[in-house]
């Protein structure tokens, strides 16, 4: 096999292939990722067992051939390649990696020792711009970076299509995130699907940095593919029962309140020095001069008591009744800061025993995002 290729576009895809190989430790081929060159294009294949991915580029190909090459090392001795072109020649068990004034090598293994490629078929299909489906999921993924903790079962993104509207739900059964998309913004073939969606998988998704202009979601019965043309990151799924969280998100609240959104989370900032092990911070609703109190206490740093203004849009407490509840400080910024408008509605509400129920955290002008988190 000799080629050669632009660098910085090998590079982008190795970068890929170097996070998903090597965490099999007791699995030492997986370590390594095939390279396969023939008509002018080089093709990867790289596979941790619950992921594969798959990449095609251009290259000048003089050679044909195909070979497994060790991941980090290359990954390394790519990023830290000077020239523009970069050529690989394989000479027996060896890669050569060169440009006109640099030379490396690495050992190789035959190709015909790696796993079987995943094939994925493309009939049942979604179809959404690839840059509105990265913002949706980057604002859903707050409480995936706990879910492995509270729910490992529930480490995904749930995709749930019905009737024309595609909602991604996350939750970590502390908090919950979702967001809706109309059928204008997507394509489909497809009438009902309700799939979880691995975090592994989201996570390689978003790290893409040459991305189509749209993004093809393929769904199967036991796996799911992102088709990016050129690359496509294929997973495997399993059956999983999501909870009906649509009974636990609040519809009807004792008080509503419009904040400022980078206002609160400067105080928050402040508030987060002095929180205990918990990240416990209170706030103190008082409607009649429409303030909220930020508290949070440590014993062994001190306090820290900071007020903001507030827009009260409900209120069915008592005149004077101020409102009072205990949440986590990082979980609450989570959701301020997956509100893309400068205001934020904060809906509170209490049981009939007086005690706090589900606050929701949303924009005041739309209701295609939402962030429901249960208090301390």
Not at 47 to 59: F, N, P, V
Not at 76 to 87: L, M, P, R
Not at 225 to 244: C, M, R
Not at 301 to 312: A, D, F, Q
């Amino acid at each position: 096999m000799n080629l050669k290729v632009n660098k910085n576009k090998l590079k982008n895809l190795i970068e890929i292939v170097n996070r998903i190989t090597g965490k099999k430790g007791d699995l030492e081929i997986l370590n390594f990722f095939r390279l396969k060159a023939e008509n002018n294009t080089i093709q990867i294949n790289a596979t941790d067992l619950e992921i594969s991915y798959q990449a095609k580029l251009k290259a000048d190909v003089v050679k044909t051939g195909e070979v497994l090459i060790p991941a980090k090392q290359f990954f390394a001795i790519i990023s830290n390649f000077f020239e523009e072109e970069v050529e690989l020649e394989v000479n027996n068990s060896t890669i050569i990696i060169k440009g006109r004034e640099s030379f490396s090598s690495l050992p190789t293994l035959s190709h015909e020792d790696y796993p079987i490629n995943q094939n994925f078929n493309s009939d049942k299909f979604i179809e959404i711009d690839s840059v509105l489906f990265a913002d949706f999921l980057i604002r859903v993924m707050a409480p995936l970076r706990t879910a492995d903790i509270f729910k490992p079962e529930f480490d995904g993104v749930y995709l749930w299509l019905e009737h024309d509207l595609l909602k991604l739900v996350t939750t970590d059964t502390i908090r919950l995130a979702e967001v809706k998309l109309k059928s204008s913004f997507f394509k489909t073939n497809i009438k009902s699907k309700k799939i979880l969606i691995p975090k592994k998988i989201i996570q390689e998704y978003l790290s893409v940095k040459e991305k189509p202009r749209e993004t093809k979601i393929c769904l199967e019965e036991d796996q799911v593919v992102f088709d990016l043309g050129d690359q496509s990151l294929i997973t495997k799924v399993t059956a999983v029962e999501y909870p009906n969280y649509q009974q636990i998100l609040p519809e009807i609240f004792s008080l509503i309140c419009l904040v400022n959104r980078d206002e609160i989370d400067e105080k928050l900032k402040l508030n987060k020095i002095f929180v205990d092990q918990n990240k416990e911070i209170k706030l103190t609703i008082t409607p009649k001069i429409k303030k909220i109190e930020l508290y949070s206490k440590n014993d062994l740093l001190g306090e820290s008591k900071n007020l903001i203004e507030t827009e009260i849009k409900e209120n069915t407490l008592m005149e004077n009744e101020n409102f009072n509840i205990s949440i986590n400080v990082d979980f609450f910024r989570d959701g301020l800061e997956s509100v893309s408008t400068e205001k934020v509605l904060i809906g509170f509400n209490f049981s009939d025993q007086g005690s706090p129920k589900p606050i929701l955290i949303k924009s005041p002008i739309d209701d295609d995002f939402l962030y429901v988190l249960m208090p301390l």
